[in-house]
């Protein structure tokens, strides 16, 4: 497992889990980012990402990026 931070731009990932304290994996969750869930970034820019997950583009910070484990 890494965090989604260190993923490869364009490949496809699977959700392991998603951590944090319990309002960040609520916010987190209501996004679409579930164990089991399939996420691929676009881009990164300065360390925070777009991602595509559930067919749509969501923007994530480094600081969620790092507490999303794929």
Do not use: C, W
């Given at each position: 497992?890494?965090p989604?931070?260190?993923?490869?731009?364009?490949?496809?990932?699977?959700?392991?889990?998603?951590?944090?304290?319990?309002?960040?994996?609520?916010?987190?969750?209501?996004?679409?980012?579930?164990?089991?869930?399939?996420?691929?970034?676009?881009?990164?820019?300065?360390?925070?990402?777009?991602?595509?997950?559930?067919?749509?583009?969501v923007?994530?910070?480094?600081?969620?990026?790092?507490?999303?484990?794929?």
């Amino acid at each position: 497992m890494m965090p989604l931070l260190f993923a490869d731009e364009g490949k496809e990932y699977i959700i392991r889990k998603v951590g944090g304290s319990d309002q960040l994996r609520a916010h987190l969750e209501n996004l679409g980012f579930v164990p089991g869930a399939a996420v691929s970034v676009v881009t990164a820019n300065g360390g925070n990402l777009i991602v595509n997950i559930k067919g749509s583009r969501v923007a994530v910070s480094k600081e969620m990026a790092g507490k999303i484990m794929i």
